[in-house]
Every structure is written in structure tokens, then in C-alpha cells.
């Protein structure tokens, strides 16, 4: 009974779970008529089973196991390949990283202007694709802005139009009838907290909980760390966050979810790639972490590359992409120091490598289109360059 099994706990902690053996009992006892009777404790046992069956089980009576561990032989091994996920619809990211694992916290860092927002945007865009759920929290953007950038990305160059304004200015808009097809085919699916919300650790976690409970979110996307309130002074603040971090990773392995946290990098003299000991906070957090990238824009100068002293062989190479995706570290494949190159298209705010995903046409877009969009100007220049090489090798 439940007094029993209070006690039974209480005597293993105090001798020992590896010096005790447990006995088991029977639950119930079946009478001839076919009723079930609850069998309590060894003295009922007794009564409806008899003695031999107590001498039975108290000679058979098990060890009892260690419950924080498992035997090895009884663990069941699974292959990444097996393990869901979200594919970033990027090539050479989801060759290399194969996707996003459900039950894994995520890491993205990049300085002001580097990217971070259309990356995380365009992930949005192809987990709900993927007919996975998503959920935001960003006071780096209001909702609305949120919501335009999201737009954009679903778009696409065949439904922005480019508007100049009155002094000049370059402007770009999605067109109503987009608009309303987006808003219809992504109802119930994208959902972004409130920015009249608290921005306590407690309603966001709430916020989080509820939503996946009862939408169903499968992406789970916080930008960023530093616009958290942890309620507390700055003297605890390093050991809320790391508090903060092992909940997300709790969360993420409990609900089967991907979670990513945006981190700012601490401040850095001159703009370059990051490295994981950039990221601002403990140092534990990054090792807490499943996976931790960085973005980088490319800068005028980096295009232009910069010659060696005599002048015919590149000191730094010229870099033709637009953005730069730093892999710092990947528990789950192991492919740390992976660099992918991004292009960037400025008015859907779309990242691609190839034409087939800057021609990319998400399912709200019901037409049929017989031709692609213009190939952008960086795979033209990309083209170029390889001809140009071969040209100049004969």
C-alpha cells in the first residue's frame, strides 16, 4: 500500500539501493467467481496466495537497479539519419548538417547588419513549408515588422514591387493580393508574441509551453538573450542565463522541438568573423549547446580582396558571396569550422547558392510560372569568374 511503499523508499536510501533486494508482490488476486481483490501487502499475500508463494517471492525478491542510469545493452541506439527535423532549404547546409534535429538547443550569433534576421526569418518560412509549426519571440523587430519580413521571403521576386519615393529612395512592397494568399494559407501555422507582452523569463517560458501544447510548434525561435528579463540583479545575471539555457535545453529534448537563441557577440574592435569565444555571457552557455553559428557580412573591402606585396598573388583572397555562415560548432555531426557562402537578395531578403533557390516558389503561390525569374547578378558574376579561369588556363 501507499504507507508501504513509502517505507520501502525510505529503508533503500538509508541502506543502500546496491546492499537491498525488493520483493514484489501480486496487485490483485482472482477469485474462482472471477472478481478481482487488491492485494495491499505480504500479509494479504499470504492470505489469498499462501505461504509458499511469500517464500517464493522473497527468495526470488530483485536487486534493485540505480534509477539515474541505464544499462548500455539496453539503450536503443538511433541514427541521425533517423532523428525528424527541419531542413534550412540552403544546398550546401542541408548536405552538411543534414537539418535541424528536433530536441536539440540551437546557438545564432552575428554582429549589427550581418544577417540575422532574414536567416531566421527564412527559416521560419521553410519550417512551416515543411508543414512544421513556428513560434517567435523578437523585440529586435515589432510584430509588424516581423510579419514584412517574413512576407517578403514568402513572396518572392515575382510578387515585390520596387517603388521609389518622392526623394529618391528605394523602396520595396509585396502586393496586396500576395499579402492576403499569405495570410490565408499561413493562418494557425506562424505565431509571434505579442510585443505588448511581458518580456519576463516566466511569460516567455509560459508562452512557449502553451504554444506547442496547443498549436503544435515545432520551431522555437527567441531574439534575443539580452532582451530577456531575468528578474534579478546583475549580479546573478551570468546564472540566470545559464538557468535559462538548461531549461531551453529540457524543453527542446521534452517537446521534440528545435528552440534557437540569438546571442549578441560582445564588443569587437574591428568588424571580422566571429569565433565561439565571441559570444557574449559564459562561457558555458556555448558549450551548452547543440549547434552555435555565425554571420557575417561580407564587406565592400573583403569583395575586392587584397593583393600581396608583389602585387600577382592575393594576400586575401576576394570573397564573391554576400554573407558568410560560420558553423563554430556542431555537436551532432561534428562539422565545426564549416564556412557556407550565402548570397543575399535585397528585395525579398531571400538568402540563396543556386538559381533553383532563388527561383524557390512556396505553396501559397498556386500559379504556374513557364519561366525562371532573371538570373541575379552574383551567379552571373559566379559564372563569369569560372569561365574566366578556364580562359585564362588555355
Given at each position: 500500500d501507499e504507507a508501504g511503499n513509502k517505507m520501502?523508499?525510505?529503508?533503500?536510501?538509508?541502506l543502500g539501493t546496491w546492499r537491498c533486494k525488493v520483493v514484489d508482490i501480486p496487485q490483485y488476486f482472482k477469485k474462482?467467481?472471477?472478481?478481482?481483490?487488491?492485494?495491499?501487502?505480504?500479509?494479504?499475500?499470504?492470505?489469498?496466495?499462501?505461504?509458499?508463494?511469500?517464500?517464493?517471492?522473497?527468495?526470488?525478491?530483485?536487486?534493485q537497479p540505480v534509477a539515474s542510469v541505464i544499462d548500455f545493452s539496453d539503450i536503443t541506439e538511433v541514427?541521425?539519419?533517423?532523428?525528424?527535423?527541419?531542413?534550412?532549404g540552403l544546398d550546401q547546409f542541408d548536405k552538411s548538417l543534414m537539418r535541424l534535429f528536433y530536441g536539440t538547443f540551437n546557438i545564432v550569433t552575428g554582429s549589427n547588419g550581418s544577417g540575422k534576421s532574414s536567416f531566421l526569418s527564412q527559416l521560419i518560412c521553410q519550417s512551416v513549408e515543411q508543414g512544421k509549426d513556428a513560434w517567435l519571440y523578437s523585440r529586435e523587430l515589432p510584430n509588424y515588422m516581423s510579419k514584412n519580413w517574413i512576407n517578403y521571403i514568402l513572396a518572392g521576386n515575382r510578387h515585390v514591387k520596387k517603388y521609389i519615393s518622392e526623394r529618391g529612395a528605394i523602396y520595396y512592397k509585396v502586393s496586396p493580393d500576395a499579402r492576403k494568399k499569405i495570410d490565408d494559407y499561413y493562418r494557425e501555422h506562424i505565431y509571434i508574441y505579442k510585443d505588448d507582452y511581458p518580456n519576463t523569463i516566466g511569460d516567455i517560458q509560459k508562452s512557449m509551453e502553451d504554444s506547442v501544447r496547443k498549436y503544435g510548434s515545432k520551431l522555437l525561435i527567441l531574439d534575443n538573450l539580452t532582451t530577456i528579463n531575468m528578474n534579478c540583479g546583475d549580479n546573478e545575471k551570468w546564472g540566470k542565463q545559464v538557468d535559462l539555457v538548461n531549461w531551453l535545453i529540457d524543453f527542446a529534448k521534452k517537446?521534440?522541438?528545435?528552440?534557437?537563441?540569438?546571442?549578441?557577440?560582445?564588443?569587437?574592435?574591428?568588424m571580422r568573423r566571429l569565433t565561439k569565444f565571441d559570444v557574449q555571457g559564459l562561457g558555458?552557455?556555448?558549450?551548452?549547446?547543440?549547434?552555435?553559428?555565425?554571420?557575417?557580412?561580407?564587406?565592400?573591402?573583403?569583395?575586392?580582396?587584397?593583393?600581396?606585396?608583389?602585387?600577382?598573388?592575393?594576400?586575401?583572397?576576394?570573397?564573391?558571396?554576400?554573407?558568410?555562415?560560420?558553423?563554430?560548432?556542431?555537436?551532432?555531426?561534428?562539422?565545426?569550422?564549416?564556412?557556407i557562402g550565402l548570397y543575399y537578395d535585397n528585395p525579398s531578403r531571400r538568402f540563396f547558392t543556386n538559381e533553383e533557390e532563388?527561383?524557390?516558389?512556396?505553396?501559397?503561390?498556386?500559379?504556374?510560372?513557364?519561366?525562371?525569374?532573371?538570373?541575379?547578378?552574383?551567379?552571373?558574376?559566379?559564372t563569369e569568374e569560372v569561365f574566366g579561369t578556364l580562359k585564362e588556363g588555355g
Open positions: 520501502r523508499k525510505e529503508v533503500l536510501y538509508r474462482p467467481s472471477g472478481a478481482e481483490v487488491a492485494v495491499s501487502d505480504i500479509n494479504e499475500m499470504m492470505y489469498w496466495y499462501g505461504k509458499e508463494a511469500v517464500l517464493s517471492a522473497i527468495i526470488n525478491a530483485k536487486d541514427d541521425l539519419s533517423e532523428i525528424d527535423g527541419i531542413y534550412m517537446f521534440h522541438v528545435v528552440v534557437i537563441l540569438v546571442i549578441h557577440p560582445k564588443k569587437i574592435e574591428t558555458s552557455i556555448v558549450d551548452l549547446a547543440h549547434r552555435l553559428f555565425s554571420l557575417y557580412r561580407v564587406t565592400p573591402k573583403d569583395k575586392e580582396g587584397e593583393l600581396s606585396r608583389n602585387g600577382k598573388t592575393w594576400y586575401k583572397k576576394p570573397i564573391k558571396y554576400d554573407v558568410i555562415f560560420d558553423v563554430l560548432k556542431d555537436r551532432m555531426t561534428g562539422m565545426e569550422n564549416l564556412s532563388y527561383n524557390f516558389k512556396y505553396s501559397w503561390d498556386k500559379e504556374v510560372y513557364p519561366n525562371k525569374l532573371p538570373t541575379p547578378k552574383q551567379l552571373i558574376q559566379e
